[in-house]
């Protein structure tokens, strides 16, 4: 259809370059109910976290887990705005990146330079360690410079600037490449060096990731005392409001595409779920990358020809939903897990509160069962016998 007044992109694009349309579409976010939850979630968990805690956010891929991280540091930073005006120094939030490895263990000394450069530090490959004082021998050997210095002494920098810069939070994105190590007992050091970093600090960080991220959520019963999780969901296809947010999260897509000729993407709406799992950062790549692909055809509209050569195949999603539905189950508490616990502390395995409403409909479910058993052949049915004299006199 021809696009009228209600196109959601400013009109003057579609008279600019392939370059630009592309770039605005790829800046336009949506602010869906799903992220919106997941955000304000994680706003009230650092608001409210005990200094040196952990924060996980673990969801899908492709969910839209770095936008997730940009929202927050937007929000965080409009909202401390008074107080980094009277205190210049200080960082509202900091955010960093958590690169995996090329080959081999996770580099933390790659991990403290990109904090550093996100903290603003100066010269940060001239820093060098100092000889100690109590050490003679140590007055004699050549201090070690930026581009050689080992983690531990560009982490010890990374403590003095962050004690400094006093954010109300450290965001570490991509936090599954932590996980990035040769051994479980290297997982373990790996997750003591982020407790250490937090305590040290002061500071909660937050751990953004897949839900690969839960090996580190049960590594230890102290991390578990510490520790808040904040699930971001995929929008669930057997959930009818949530399919309604994720048709408008199309529909908002497809009125922000600078075309001359919309395409009635909501029309195929199940297509784009079965190709993006419920996951809109996976349906935002798909949807750019087919646009591009419309530009270099004439940029008129987008075509089911440009969606199909652009769409992830069948094994990628069915790899995608299992890996989804196995992180959903391991997050999802149910009645069984509580029982096992229960056990475990040597309580019966029934509910108070919480659970009353699973023990009434589970009796209720086994009176029916009763009710329903079949009788043996001549057995009465269950009735009041009258009693008394039962004759009718007329007067």
Same mark, same amino acid.
């Given at each position: ?12 694009? &579609? ?40 924060? &996980? ?10 936008? &997730? ?24 939030v900091v955010g960093v990146e958590a690169i995996p490895p090329d080959h ?86 790996? &997750? ?204």
């Amino acid at each position: 259809m021809n696009r009228d007044k209600r196109a959601g992109f400013p009109p003057e694009l &579609l008279k600019q370059s392939n370059s630009e349309r592309a770039s605005y579409f790829n800046t336009y976010t949506v602010a869906h109910p799903q992220l919106k939850d997941a955000s304000d979630r994680l706003r009230t968990a650092i608001r409210n976290a005990i200094p040196g805690s952990l924060i &996980l956010v673990c969801g899908p891929t492709g969910v839209g887990k770095t936008t &997730l991280s940009l929202r927050t540091e937007q929000s965080l930073t409009a909202e401390m705005i008074k107080e980094l005006e009277s205190d210049p120094g200080r960082f509202a939030v900091v955010g960093v990146e958590a690169i995996p490895p090329d080959h081999g263990n996770f580099n933390w000394k790659e991990f403290y330079k990109r904090l550093l450069q996100k903290l603003d530090e100066p010269c940060i490959g001239h820093k060098i360690k100092l000889p100690s004082l109590n050490d003679i021998s140590e007055r004699t050997r050549r201090p070690n410079m930026g581009h050689t210095a080992a983690a531990p002494e560009l982490r010890q920098v990374a403590e003095d600037v962050l004690k400094h810069r006093r954010p109300s939070a450290i965001l570490i994105d991509e936090a599954q490449h932590l996980a990035k190590m040769s051994s479980g007992r290297k997982l373990q050091d790996q &997750l003591d060096s982020i407790k250490s970093l937090a305590n040290i600090t002061k500071i909660p960080i937050v751990l953004i990731g897949t839900y690969e991220l839960l090996s580190f959520r049960n590594l230890s019963a102290q991390l578990s005392r510490r520790s808040v999780d904040v699930h971001f969901r995929r929008y669930r296809a057997d959930r009818a409001d949530e399919i309604k947010a994720f048709k408008n999260v199309l529909w908002s897509f497809q009125n922000h595409l600078p075309l001359s000729v919309a395409p009635d993407l909501v029309g195929e709406w199940d297509y784009f779920y079965e190709r993006s799992v419920g996951c809109v950062g996976v349906l935002k790549e798909w949807i750019l990358k087919a646009f591009k692909t419309a530009l270099e055809d004439g940029g008129h509209t987008l075509t089911h020809r440009h969606l199909k050569d652009s769409a992830l195949s069948v094994s990628q999603c069915e790899n995608m939903v299992k890996d989804a539905s196995d992180g959903e189950e391991a997050l999802e508490e149910t009645m069984e897990a509580r029982a096992d616990l229960r056990k475990l502390m040597g309580l019966e395995a029934r509910f108070t509160k919480a659970g009353a409403t699973e023990q009434r409909s589970s009796a209720r479910a086994d009176k029916s069962t009763v009710r329903r058993r079949r009788r043996r052949p001549g057995e009465r049915n269950p009735k009041r016998d009258p009693v008394g004299n039962t004759e009718t006199f007329e007067g």
